[in-house]
């Protein structure tokens, strides 16, 4: 790491500018203020967006205080429930804005473990796109109950099969983007808005030809407080990822009948 300051005042981060980890919210009181504790530890140098979708039990709130106390952090308040792709979304347009050169995901509840992050933007100097693989040798899940790795294994196979990507983990939140790699990823076009957005972007990833890389993580299930898996998002994942298969299968073959 460097120790060289932006124009701001703003650390870089080795080559790739400075960091901003987005930390999507929505009833993570009891997580909120532990988890920017263990990223500010661990990458001293990082911002933390917290956006929240005004959560009942208050986790905008307990951000907004440690955003009085700590001037890298940063919280996004937005009108209410819009799902965790939407929530991404302007957290990306936040960052963008304000030219952070690296833009990371990261869940509140401790599942993605912040003193992991050094590897993944170590990784970062040669890719674009560094994603947290629970499914390949060295990953691991703890704590997981046995149907949510199945579903979670399955829909990353499934997808991985079905869109061509050769990627094992395609549906976990855990990554570092260069921030000029994902603007070319045409995300004004994206509608994904459940856990199906982590499929939509690594497929759009793949599609426009960005250096993917995977590295092992140990993901945590939660202690305190619930998981927003729901039967919808999982439907919408399910019907999203077919209609793309099909849709690139489809197109394929017209190409080739125009071509013969
Ligand atoms: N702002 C906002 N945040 C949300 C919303 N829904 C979920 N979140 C936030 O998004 C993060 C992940 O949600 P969880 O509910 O904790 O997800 P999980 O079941 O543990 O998710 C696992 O599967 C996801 C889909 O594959 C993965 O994205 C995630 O990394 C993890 O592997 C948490 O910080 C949660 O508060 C929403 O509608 N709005």
């Given amino acids: 790491m460097s120790d060289e300051l ?5 650390r870089r981060y080795g080559p790739l500018g400075t960091v901003l980890v987005i930390i999507p ?27 929240d ?3 009942p039990d208050g986790t905008g709130k307990y951000a907004d205080e440690l955003a009085v106390e700590d001037e890298q952090v940063h919280v996004l308040h937005r ?15 936040w960052g963008i804005e304000r030219g952070y050169g690296v833009l990371v995901e990261m869940d509140a509840d401790g599942s993605h473990q912040p003193e992991e992050l050094p590897r993944l933007l170590t990784a970062l100097g040669g890719a674009d796109l560094v994603l947290g693989s629970r499914w390949m040798p060295g990953g691991r899940v703890v704590n997981w109950p046995k149907y949510r790795e ?22 976990g939140g855990y990554r570092a983007f260069r921030t000029e790699a994902l603007e070319r990823l045409a995300m004004e076009e994206v509608a994904s808005q459940g856990y199906c957005f982590q499929v939509d972007l ?58 013969g």
Avoid: C, Q
């Fill in 202 to 259: 690594a497929w759009r990833a793949v599609k426009a030809g960005l250096h993917v890389v995977e590295v092992p993580i140990t993901f945590v299930d939660r202690e305190v407080g619930d998981s927003k898996m729901s039967r919808d998002i999982f439907a919408e994942a399910l019907w999203r990822v077919t209609a793309w298969g099909v849709g690139s299968r489809v197109s394929r073959a017209v190409g080739r009948k125009g071509r």
């Fill in 150 to 171: 199945l579903v979670s294994r399955g829909g990353s196979t499934y997808s991985r099969l079905l869109l061509g990507m050769p990627i094992r983990d395609v549906t």
């Fill in 79 to 93: 009108p209410g429930k819009e799902g965790l792709g939407a929530a991404y979304l302007a957290g990306f347009r």
């Fill in 6 to 10: 932006e124009p701001g005042g703003r």
């Fill in 25 to 51: 919210t929505y009833n993570e009181a009891d997580n909120i203020g532990p988890i920017v504790g263990r990223v500010r530890a661990a990458v001293p140098e990082a911002h933390i967006l917290v956006a």
């Fill in 53 to 55: 979708d005004n959560s």
